[in-house]
């Protein structure tokens, strides 16, 4: 039947990445959710209906690494502290590697480029009008803030708000490469409006790896857009970019702020700026807010940073744990999925039987793909993974040279500075367990 073809698997998979947390069933720590039932069956009809002389021309320099990358992640079961832990997430790893797999091998033609490409516009929309109205609901007067926070941060379905920052930082990339194309491959009445509600979820976010991804896939549209000549640059629009963008942003803020409730004497302003603060090293700045807050006139830079914005030394010794540990165990590493095992603090939440064996963990991660894969796979899994990346950006430069059209060229552009802004994002979150990136990955690997 029509229907019953793997690429519409691969869509409704897409679409239904954006559930984030929603599960259909839960086991122990493993979570059943709805997108892996559509991408099971779109691996068994291309298995079965597909050419499988196709299949062999997946097997690029990227896909190699990637396969050395998994073996390395499965090895280092034999250090692994909880090695249920180590199979549950390698499992999970090969459902990422699947959703890459699937979409190189089925959307190798523009038409399905097209779909897929209007697939993730819409469902950003989708995902965008439930945070936002989400946010709204849960910052009204006089109702308790997730977790004691001065307000509570969109998130859309995703249980923490920095993965919506992360999934965003994936869509501003094909939401940017059509918007300053001028091509209309989406519906502008369906285009515009999702950039706006993402971007005045992405401030709010808090987000900083998110933000900073979001501008790099910024940088990265308008130059591959000025190199392929999609969209030439002139001081016009790079001076109404260079006001546009801060002002914009500060608009959104102050706005936010605004309507806001917040419990306590700071605002959604005095947050944000603060985290805009610490991220561009404006020492100056942060001391004078925060002198204004709290009228001290001398205070020591650390007990600043503990009682002002505490998440930066938090991170910096998850980063220096993961290290350590990856020069001890430097070729198999402590066991993927295993590094909360030396990160000062993870420690399982439930006690339960069922539980020990692949317990909930308060500290998951070091915050950074890059120390978490040293850190879990050894250096061999490091550079296997380091080696798919720099194949991936090599076949996503030259996709974008040899684009049969240019529709198809700007949906280049767009997984490609997607995958840009995702890996920059990853210096502060986790890259390898999400998959939206693997994603934007299959479509830079299709052709």
């Known amino acids: 039947m029509i229907f019953l073809r793997p690429f519409h698997f691969v869509a409704v998979t897409v679409f239904l990445t954006t559930l984030g947390t929603v599960y259909i069933y839960q086991f122990d720590q493993i979570h059943i959710k709805p997108y892996q039932f559509s991408l099971a069956v779109g691996l068994f009809l291309f298995f079965t209906k597909a050419c499988r002389p196709k299949v062999l021309a997946l097997l690029s320099p990227a896909m190699k690494a990637l396969g050395f990358f998994v073996l390395a992640a499965a090895l280092s079961i034999h250090n692994a502290a909880l090695p249920f832990v180590t199979v549950k997430q390698l499992g999970l790893l090969l459902v990422y590697v699947a959703i890459f797999f699937l979409i190189a091998n089925v959307c190798r033609d523009e038409r399905k480029l097209v779909l897929l490409h209007k697939t993730i516009v819409f469902a950003c929309f989708f995902a965008s009008v439930y945070g936002f109205i989400l946010y709204i609901l849960l910052n009204l007067p006089g109702l308790e803030k997730v977790d004691g926070y001065y307000f509570t941060r969109p998130a859309s379905f995703f249980a923490e708000p ?22 209309p491959i989406v519906s502008r009445a369906l285009l515009y409006p999702t950039i706006f509600l993402a971007y005045v979820l992405l401030v709010p976010n808090m987000s900083r790896g998110s933000w900073i991804g979001w501008f790099v896939v910024l940088l990265a549209v308008l130059l591959l857009s000025q190199i392929t000549g999609v969209n030439r640059l002139t001081w016009k629009k790079i001076t109404l970019l260079a006001l546009g963008i801060p002002l914009s942003f500060f608009i959104i803020l102050f706005s936010v702020s605004r309507l806001t409730p917040t419990q306590g004497a700071k605002t959604v302003a005095d947050i944000v700026l603060s985290r805009c603060a610490v991220l561009h090293g404006l020492e100056s700045g942060r001391a004078g807010l925060f002198k204004q807050r709290t009228g001290s006139e001398t205070i020591s ?19 220096q744990a993961a290290w350590k540990s990856a020069l001890r165990h430097p070729f198999v590493g402590i066991g ?19 539980a020990r064996s692949i317990p909930k963990i308060r500290v998951a991660t070091s915050s950074n793909f890059f120390f978490d894969i040293v850190a879990e796979t050894g250096f061999v899994g490091l550079i296997s993974f380091l080696f798919f990346l720099v194949f991936l950006i090599d076949k996503g430069i030259k996709n974008i040279k040899k684009a049969p059209s240019i529709n198809v060229q700007i949906i280049y552009i767009g997984a490609f500075a997607s995958c840009i802004g995702m890996i920059v994002n990853g210096m502060s979150y986790p890259l390898v367990m999400l998959p939206f990136f693997w994603i934007s990955a299959g479509i830079i690997e299709t052709r």
């Open 162 to 183: 920095n993965e919506f920052g992360f999934y965003l930082t994936f869509a501003f990339g094909y939401l940017c490469a059509e918007g300053f194309s001028g091509r």
């Open 336 to 354: 993927f999925g295993n590094v909360f095992s030396v990160i000062k603090g993870g420690r399982a939440l439930s006690s339960n039987s069922a």
């Open 301 to 319: 830079r650390e007990k600043f940073n503990v009682a002002f914005d505490p998440t930066i030394s938090i991170r910096c010794n998850q980063f």
